[in-house]
Nanobody, 115 residues
Framework: QVQLVESGGGLVQPGGSLRLSCVASRSIFSIGVMGWYRQAPGKERELVASITTSGVRNYADSVKGRFTISRDGAKNTVYLQMNSLKPEDTAVYYC?????????WGLGTLVTVSS
């Protein structure tokens, strides 16, 4: 099993930045692909960014050039650095991992981009 805990969300003005953190209960290198997803009100959950154990990164087109996914193995933590935030980035952001064919999700952290 894997427990995931997200943090770092909050209210930010358009053009601002936030860094989200996802702390895993075990080594992130034992988990497989880890990803950040988001769900806006009335919309389906969507992939924002992911990173494999070998470090291959993947981004949604809507965040390329603005968001960066990274990790710290010593802290069992995956980060999402979000720059140039837009109102349409407003959503609950979730961390996800897959282990032995099972998906694990955190409870999410709310990001609100508004002036």
């Amino acid at each position: 099993q894997v427990q995931l805990v997200e943090s770092g969300g909050g209210l930010v003005q358009p053009g601002g930045s936030l860094r989200l953190s996802c702390v895993a209960s075990r080594s992130i290198f034992s988990i497989g692909v880890m990803g950040w997803y988001r769900q806006a009100p009335g919309k389906e959950r969507e992939l924002v960014a992911s990173i494999t154990t070998s470090g291959v990164r993947n981004y949604a087109d809507s965040v390329k050039g603005r968001f960066t996914i990274s990790r710290d193995g010593a802290k069992n933590t995956v980060y999402l650095q979000m720059n140039s935030l837009k109102p349409e980035d407003t959503a609950v952001y979730y961390c996800r991992s897959t282990l032995d064919g099972m998906d694990y999700w955190g409870l999410g952290t709310l990001v609100t981009v508004s002036s």
